[in-house]
């Protein structure tokens, strides 16, 4: 499994970023898509997640200002990121995930989202 992540770069606080990411190689279609983000000197840290399903989960940073989505037919992952704030900086993450196969956990190489103020 490869995921390949784009989207990020610098924005003034109160501005807006989308997230992408496209996954190849994955073996099943049950499976939790999400996006973590880790800031310098901080634990990686949920941001949210979207099962196969469609259900979602938002972190308590997230929750109200970002929006994720996923295309099933595409293997594509999306965070749509509205009034962001300096605290918001962070290298993030995509993930996918089967919750019932714990080795089947795969990472994208990250991309940096900085957040003026």
């Known amino acids: 499994v490869q995921l390949q992540a784009s989207g990020g770069g610098l924005v003034q606080a109160g501005g807006s970023l989308r997230l992408s990411c496209a996954a190849s190689?994955?073996?099943?279609?049950?499976?939790?898509m999400a996006w973590y983000r880790q800031a310098p000197g901080k634990q990686r840290e949920l941001v949210a997640s979207?099962?196969?399903?469609?259900?979602?989960k938002y972190g308590d940073s997230a929750e109200g200002r970002f929006t994720i989505s996923r295309d099933n037919a595409k293997n594509t992952l999306d965070l749509q990121m509205n009034s962001l704030e300096p605290d918001d900086t962070a290298v993030y993450y995509c993930?996918?995930?089967?919750?019932?196969?714990?080795?089947?956990?795969?990472w994208g190489q990250g991309t940096q989202v900085t957040v003026s103020s």
């Open positions: 190689g994955i073996v099943y279609t049950a499976n939790v």
């Open positions: 993930n996918v995930k089967r919750p019932m196969t714990p080795t089947y956990s795969y």
């Open positions: 979207v099962s196969s399903g469609g259900t979602t």
